[in-house]
């Protein structure tokens, strides 16, 4: 047996194409889950929304840098172009 006749092909065989509408995501359970979450979730506003301004929300926990791994220094912990993002 070769090297190549052990590896599985994971890509072999033809996706579904995904619908327009998307249907195949909107199924009953996944509905009422949804629900169930939405109806949970208490939002808390600190500041009004300002008039003509946009609002970016980013979740740091792995976006800008790996806080979760013990590391020397902050260069170990950043992310691909941070500094980028930064400027």
Known sequence: ???T???VDDFAG???APTADGDELRTPLHLQRLEK???ATHVQLLHPPREGKKLLVLDL???LFDCKTL???MDDLKRPF???FME
């Open 1 to 3: 047996m070769s090297l």
């Open 5 to 7: 006749d052990s590896v």
């Open 14 to 16: 033809t996706a579904a």
């Open 37 to 39: 979450a939405v109806a």
């Open 61 to 63: 926990d792995y976006t």
């Open 71 to 73: 590391a020397g220094s």
């Open 82 to 84: 941070l500094n980028e």
